[in-house]
């Protein structure tokens, strides 16, 4: 069970040691010498356990814990102590470390515990997993799709948040999912049997969206025919996504920072006051904060919808999940178009791994609808994709002249033999990744994960 360990010890001799057994374990290993560097490392990468020790230069076992977690939250974390300090180490399993190892210990003791760590890790991933499934399952059939590290971190977070009554605001380019995540995030809420409703907030006007949110009292304005009830009131006890929220006018921005202060607000055309208990998400393509910045929206209201912020990842920094996308949109189309095609060509995968993707998740959507209308068999070939992704992996410049050679020392971890050599045929074919990919004998989606 490979997986991404990190290990943290202020003795060399010990982390060198420790790391080595790891390694040879198949695991891809990380070591940093005290919290602050540890912690650094965290933020960066999505570690599936911490291996510490529990004094540390800067930090004690139980603070680095709580921060590891806290970058990581699946992280599981494995404690080396002294003997003096058993109780200490007994007070961080209690803190949720799986646990703990008292030095002098033995090479098959670690990788016992380590194994034992993974497979705690790896059945807590599966329950998540399906809990997310299920959720997305019980809404229509919507779910989050994906296990690339971009994604985990994210599942991760929605998972976390999703029990709370925080405020999120989910940001991210056009076409990635913030929608399907603001489902998720519902749907795994103590709120799921209630309400989720929705408002386009740049598809109305500046009356329309008052009206549409807060709701109207017949003849408030023209065409009020009739007494309406706004959106708030019908997401009470419930969740209300308010999507495209940079592009509300100040005069809707100030009324809506109201509600979000006390629930209470006023339908037009009424003095009357309402109350609603209403979970916030909001969702956006825009930069909030240059936005309060230029003046174009109101820092208090910024600060109140950023209680929680979820950035959806673009497609082009999950690759990995490209497959499983491509299959899961081919599944749902030639059941809603009646034809069986059940599989993707190589060649075909190998241009939608190639493609950049400026339209995310929503462009391949509908790149897959399209193929499985033109498939005149049960696989989809490149012929069905559109013209610009047949294009992206058949703009290959000529490869080099003659063979390139790579030498690295004897004893260079193999790590660092992979980024060097990914990096120099990368280098060799002129930055093209899919020219890189075929003459490593990779997936192009490789390439893109490792870098």
């Known amino acids: 069970m490979p997986a991404r360990i990190l290990v943290v010890d202020d003795e060399e001799e010990l982390r060198v040691s420790v790391t080595k057994?790891?390694?040879?374990?198949?695991?891809?290993?990380?070591?940093?010498?005290?919290?602050?560097?540890?912690?650094?490392?965290?933020?960066?990468?999505?570690?599936?356990?911490?291996?510490?020790?529990?004094?540390?230069?800067?930090?004690?076992?139980?603070?680095?814990?709580?921060?590891?977690?806290?970058?990581?939250?699946?992280?599981?974390?494995?404690?080396?102590?002294?003997?003096?300090?058993?109780?200490?180490?007994?007070?961080a399993v209690r803190e949720g470390a799986w646990d703990f190892l008292t030095k002098p210990f033995k090479k098959a003791e670690l990788e016992h515990a380590v194994t034992k760590a993974l497979e705690k890790q790896a059945l807590a991933e599966e329950n998540r997993r399906l809990r997310l499934e299920l959720a997305g399952r019980g809404r229509g059939g919507t779910r989050l799709i994906g296990d690339s590290p971009a994604m985990q971190r994210v599942m991760a977070v929605v998972e976390q948040v999703a029990p709370s009554t925080a405020t999120v605001l989910i940001t991210g380019e056009s076409g990635t999912g913030k929608e399907v995540l603001a489902e998720t995030l519902h749907a795994l809420s103590p709120r799921r049997d209630h309400p989720l409703v929705k408002v386009n907030c740049s598809a109305l006007p500046e009356t329309l969206l008052e009206a549409e949110l807060f709701g109207h009292e017949r003849g408030a304005f023209t065409g009020a025919v009739a007494r309406r009830d706004g959106r708030f009131a019908l997401a009470n006890h419930g969740t209300l996504l308010l999507d495209e929220i940079g592009s509300i006018s100040p005069a809707v921005q100030v009324k809506l920072l109201r509600v979000l202060q006390d629930g209470a607000f006023e339908p037009l055309g009424s003095g009357r006051t309402v109350r609603a208990d209403v979970r916030i998400?909001?969702?956006?393509?825009?930069?909030?904060?240059?936005?309060?910045?230029?003046?174009?929206?109101?820092e208090d209201l910024f600060y109140r919808l950023n209680v929680i912020s979820v950035a959806m990842p673009p497609l082009r920094e999950r690759l990995d999940d490209l497959p499983a996308l491509a299959a899961h949109f081919m599944e749902q189309y030639a059941a809603k178009n009646g034809k069986r095609v059940d599989t993707?060509?190589?060649?075909?995968?190998?241009?939608?791994?190639?493609?950049?993707?400026?339209?995310n998740v929503r462009e391949l959507q509908h790149a897959m609808e399209r193929a499985v209308v033109l498939a005149t068999g049960h696989t989809i070939e490149p012929d069905h994709l559109p013209d610009a992704m047949r294009g992206a992996a058949t703009s290959t410049p000529p490869a080099p002249a003659g063979p390139a050679v790579v030498s690295v020392p004897i004893g260079t971890p193999l790590e660092e033999v992979e980024r060097l050599l990914i990096q120099e045929t990368l280098r060799a074919t002129g930055g093209n990744k899919q020219r890189a990919a075929d003459l490593l004998g990779i997936a192009a989606r490789t390439i893109y994960r490792k870098i």
């Open 281 to 298: 998400v909001a969702a956006t393509n825009a930069n909030l904060a240059e936005d309060v910045a230029a003046g174009r929206f109101r």
């Open 21 to 91: 057994i790891l390694r040879r374990g198949g695991h891809e290993v990380d070591a940093a010498p005290d919290g602050a560097s540890a912690l650094a490392l965290a933020r960066q990468h999505p570690y599936q356990l911490l291996v510490t020790d529990f004094r540390l230069p800067d930090v004690d076992g139980l603070t680095l814990l709580r921060q590891v977690r806290a970058a990581c939250p699946d992280c599981e974390v494995l404690v080396m102590t002294a003997y003096g300090n058993i109780p200490l180490a007994v007070e």
């Open 344 to 359: 993707i060509s190589r060649e075909a995968m190998d241009h939608l791994a190639a493609y950049r993707w400026p339209g």
